[in-house]
């Protein structure tokens, strides 16, 4: 029988009479199997530490447990709860223990079945985060904050991350990138590019003295008698009257309008029109155009069936990672450095051609969705007609689940083709025989060319591919 | 054939006939441009000669104070033409000179190339109008954010000779009551085509020489937005320029009505593009003739209307540009007339004499123009003496058979309200406030 446990830590109050107690120094060596949830006391000061302690054990029983968190009063500020929970200590009574038994039930439930919960650790922070989210299963939000310098938090995860850890909208973005997550756009953000602060200050500048003491007005053009002037000039009282023929204006658009804004320098009396924008941080002071700043896309995250995969076998069974211990699969990253050292060579020799091969094997994340840690079997048979396929010179990688590039050095269009022929036959008997799943391939042979622009070309499969998607659906 | 025809037709001619049969010719033509060319050759040619001291001095107090000249382009889609420009603004023998670019709503690439110009120095002020407001309202904006003691108000897409800033701005100098001058404008492509080579000529003769006369006279009357120059606290004071097609010689007017004379240096020289084929140039042409009738007659009723700012010289100007533009185009529709009546069977005779005595009349034209220019005439300009044939047929038929249409579009219909530079907001206020 599962039951709930009140962590006792330096700095907080006494247990309620009806709870179990656990000291926090003692929970790594605790058996948490028949632990429910965690009660804390939301008024200590240490909390936060408190609950970054469950968090960052690497015991999935400890770290991914819920977590409630008792108050007094209800936070004025209503700071978003990093808490799955938090309540007021006048209504947590032994009653509202139980009920809170089943409605954790779920997250519990899906701890139980991880295949690791014999006690094996978790040490990679991402895997955490997706297990934790997968647990949770529901949409994590970002909210805007001034209290951290990054502006934005996901409340419930940042726990997980120790304060000087890889940043969290970094993890999840990684973890996006491998299609364990999906997005929703929440917003765009700036971010200094020297200390990753969304504190940033936009300031426009005279180009000529780089003051910022400008003043700004609208220039006014009278159609009637063609005057153009600058608003204060026009304005008489409450209204407008041109300096020329002394109308007064009345409809913007109909008798008058405004062409531009004028900048004018207070200090060197420059007139302009495009005034440099400088962006400074607030943190480290880090002054650079807006241009030279990070642009940063903030999303809601959901684990994607891929990822409730991962989630529960480990990112080790992924495909991408049994091929990379099976062949050498290099990095996106150093892929690249090839491609742009070969298309270097081939337009300087002009001798020989080597072909970039994208394909995209469009069942192989539902291989994993069915057979789970399963899936392993057919990776490493898969792999193994990777490798039957590919050459020793040849570079391969995975951009992610289903998508791969390979570098064939000095090998034709043509020969290329036939290879890619070779390597759509071994997997469609793999995956009909085993699996009864028909896959389709989306293909690409590309001649390595000078300057090739390997992200372009990505877009474009890809956005065929999306196309295609959506006809055939 | 025609020869004995013409010897019949001589043979019976008298005094009287012969004004009867070419009064055209000798009532008009003759008064007009040998009148004008006498004028040069007694009037202003001795005049620069014995002003030559003077003329000296003046540039030695011009480059001794130095003003500020600030150089204004207003215009829409013209960004190509700017970084010349701007390269022969640098060239200049005057050197205190600033250049404000006035953007007018161009929809091509012209923001990006004045900024980066901007940026570079190039350029001293570059205004954006994101909304098109007409050339009027650019060239107010431009003077508007201009410093300099004097304005020189140029199209984008021509270019000065290495000197022209300074001999603009001389006549300032000399007379503080000048207000305005004008600069001579040339074909910069007169030898693209036939076309451009005829313009070359008829630029000559109406600017070079027509408006030097004019400016000897006193009764200038245009200044070309292509090339002209202000001072700074006359344009203020008229507020600049107004709206409508015709507004070159709107704002002449306005200053000879302020009392400052307005003169033509033919000296100063800023050379333009010109349409290159006919179709081009005879669009262009339709839009300048019909403004003219517009503003003169319709604004500038008080001229003739004898009021507080009427002056004898500013009804005379008024008078000789409407007289010669309006009436003689109708005059000459009556002469032809006349003839097929009268003289049916004379009409070949007729033609070639006429041909001949044009003809004589433009060789000396050019002659006198070659003198009025002489030492900035150029060799293309020389050579062409060979196009004095066609000019007959080009300034006879051509342009005459345009600005009549123009005139009869404008008196009909107005409508140039509906000039397509003219933003529809202004030119609807322009029409319901009956400008
Ligand atoms: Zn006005
Ligand atoms: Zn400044």
Known sequence: ?473 | MLIDTALDFIEQLTFWKVIAYFWPFFFIYIIRYVLADIIILVYHMPKRIRDKALRTRARARLFKEKPLVSVIVPGKNEGRHIPKLAESLQHQTYSNIELVIVDDGSDDDTPNICRKLEKEGKINRFIRNNVRGGKASAANTALRYSKGKYIVHIDADSHLAHDTIETIILPFILDANIGAVGGDVRVANTEASLATSLQAFEYLKSITIGRTVSSNLGILRIIAGAHGAFKRDVLERIYGWDVGPGLDGDITLKIRKLGYRVIHEPEAVCYTNVPINFSKLARQRFRWDRSMVRFRVRKHKDIFLPSKSFIAVNFISSFENIFFNLLLNLKWWIYIIQIIIFSAQWIPVIFFINYLLYTMANLLQFVVGCLVIKDKLTKTELKLIAFIPLMPIYTGLFLRIVRTYAYLMEFIHKVSYHDPWTPWKVSKIAKKEKL
């Open chain 1, 1 to 473: 029988m599962k039951q709930a446990y009140y962590i006792v830590s330096p700095g907080a109050t006494r247990a309620p009479q009806f709870m179990t107690t656990i000291e926090l120094n003692a929970l790594e060596s605790f058996d948490a199997s028949n632990v429910a949830y965690w009660v804390l006391d939301g008024d200590d000061e240490d909390l936060p530490n408190t609950q970054h302690t469950i968090r960052a054990s690497q015991n999935p029983l400890i770290y991914l447990r819920p977590i409630v968190s008792l108050v007094s009063d209800k936070p004025r500020n209503a700071a978003p709860s990093q808490s799955d929970r938090t309540l007021l200590k006048d209504e947590f009574d032994n009653e509202y223990a139980k009920k809170l038994l089943s409605s954790f039930h779920p997250i519990n439930h899906w701890i139980e079945n991880l295949p690791a919960a014999d006690g094996s650790t978790d040490r990679n922070i991402a895997l955490r985060v997706l297990r934790f989210m997968a647990s949770r299963s529901k949409e994590f939000s970002p909210i805007m904050t001034s209290s951290d310098p990054h502006g934005f938090l996901y409340p419930v995860l940042e726990p997980l991350f120790a304060i000087r850890d890889i940043g969290t909208i970094e993890t999840l973005q990684y973890l996006k990138g491998q299609r364990l997550l999906q997005g929703r756009f929440f917003k765009q953000a700036y971010f200094c590019s020297s200390c990753q602060s969304a504190f940033l200050n936009f300031e426009e500048q005279c180009p000529h003295c780089n003051s910022g003491n400008l003043k700004i007005d609208e220039l006014v053009h009278h159609f009637k008698c063609a005057y153009t002037g600058e608003l204060s000039e026009f304005q008489i009282g409450n209204h407008l009257s041109c300096p020329k023929c002394e109308q007064q204006l009345r409809h913007i658009g109909v008798d008058y309008d405004k062409p531009s804004i004028i900048y004018h320098c207070n200090d060197c009396t420059h007139v302009f029109q495009d005034p440099e924008v400088i962006c400074s941080c607030y943190n480290c002071g880090h002054t650079t155009s807006p241009e030279d700043q990070i642009n940063r896309t903030i999303e809601h995250y959901n684990v994607t069936s891929l990822g409730q995969n991962a989630a529960v076998y480990g990112m080790e069974s992924l495909f991408s990672n049994i091929l990379s211990t099976d062949l050498k699969l290099t990095s996106e990253a150093v892929f690249k450095e090839y491609l742009k050292l070969e298309s270097a060579r081939i337009s300087r020799y002009k001798l020989s051609t080597t072909s970039l091969v994208l394909v995209n094997i469009n069942e192989l994340d539902e291989i994993y969705i069915k057979l789970g840690d399963k899936a392993k079997d057919v990776f490493h048979e898969l792999s193994a007609v990777f490798k039957s396929i590919l050459r020793t010179s040849d570079v391969i990688t995975a951009i992610n689940e289903t998508l791969f590039l390979i570098l064939m050095t000095e090998t034709s269009a043509n020969n290329a083709e036939r290879a890619l022929e070779r390597l759509q036959q071994g997997v469609t008997e793999l995956m009909k025989s085993n699996l009864d799943i028909t896959p389709a391939f989306d293909t690409h042979i590309e001649q390595i060319a000078a300057n090739m622009d390997v992200t372009a070309l990505l877009d474009t499969f890809l956005h065929e591919k999306s196309h295609v998607d959506r006809h055939s659906t």
